[in-house]
């Protein structure tokens, strides 16, 4: 292993690194280092560094103090973080360890590198239960509900949603007449197939997709995926209960005016969508303006922006959650929130700079939306928003997120709003 630079380690990104200046408490360490190892974040793993710490200098620049510990102490640290990453982390840990020199010629610095594995490790401190621990910024905490599922979805301990059995439901609660139309949209259904054939065990559509039923090892009995029960089943919201959407309208620019309408639908994910569609499109509408030469025509909204928008709350959204999709229609603005955090690997700042990869919370629904041509299959969809609304003149997205959910604001072209003031004036006595 190269010598570490602690140097170098002060400029990078302090989510990779830890600075425990005294080690008041060795099971911090050891936290850490299983938090690095679960690597939630996917930044390869993390150091430790114990007897040194970052602070500014007079001028305001960082500034690295290496105080260190003394021989005894250094030796004290190491074996017990060694043995309690043996004996109280599962599976077991091996930091790599290195000291280095420090201010006073008396003490050395320790330092525990980290690299992430493959596993979900759990650490037990003291007679607490085990825990998970992930590394959020620049704190190690425990992961609990959305956090622990995405963790143990990462490394292979659980299953995503979409492809896990919805083991309250069998395949007799599939709508085999919606199943087959979805089939033949996507030209996958053959003249000597039943559509019942699709339903057995271990038949997948295509490689990238796992089987719409899977039978349980005991019983045999066919249970749908949660997939399949959001796409075909005869009553989705049964089994999935915040599987819905909510549309509103309010004619004013908040919710304190009387809403116009509100709309609770329920259904198949297809059929939300189809009926979204239909809502969003009436909000939409054409102004003229014969003094514009270059643009007479001016959408409120562009159609494939909303489109985007609706189907991208639609298929990343959490639906272990049960809130429902909202799209709320104003004078001004079209607001689509969808339940749950952003998808593991995708920041705020992705989606505002409109760099996102592609990258799909549920992957399963994913590929049937993309080959039914509802959904990027690219994750091109933040970047269709974005370039469509530009190219009809409307204001850019507006994209939020917090621990519950994620908001897409979709702005009205400002030629509407001029015009309904020049409405408003000329009725003023």
Known sequence: MASIDLAELSRRES????????????NDVVETLSAFANDLQNLGGGYVVCGAKEEKDAHGFPKLV??????ARLKEVENTVLAQCRDRVSPPLAPLVEELESD????????FLQPATGSAH???RNNVGAKHFVRVSRSTIEARNGLLRDLLVRKGA??????????AATANDIDLLALRDTLQRMEITTLDRSVESYLQGGIQLSPF???????????????PRNYAVLLFGREPQRFIPGAFSIFSAYPGLDRTSPIARRSEIPGTLLDQIRRLQELLDAEDMTLFDKTD????????????????AMINALAHRDYELVDPARFTSYRDRIEMVSPGPLPIGVTLENLRTGSVTPRWRNQALAWFLSR???AQAEGQGIQTIRSTMKAAGCPPPIFDATEVSVTCILGAHPRFEAIRQQSAASHCP
Request: glycine share 4%; hydrophobic share 35%; charged share 30%.
């Open 15 to 26: 989510e990779q690194t830890e600075w425990k200046e005294n080690v008041a408490d060795i």
């Open 158 to 167: 659980l299953e995503p949603w979409d492809r896990r059995p919805c083991n």
């Open 122 to 124: 759990t650490f037990r």
């Open 66 to 71: 290496r105080r260190g510990l003394t021989a």
């Open 293 to 308: 030469f270059e643009t007479p025509n001016a959408q409120k909204y562009p159609r494939q922006a909303l489109q985007e």
């Open 209 to 223: 997709v796992p089987s719409l039923c899977v039978a349980e090892p005991l019983s045999g009995v066919l249970r």
């Open 104 to 111: 006073d010629p008396g003490r050395r610095i320790l330092v």
């Open 372 to 374: 039914l041509q509802l």
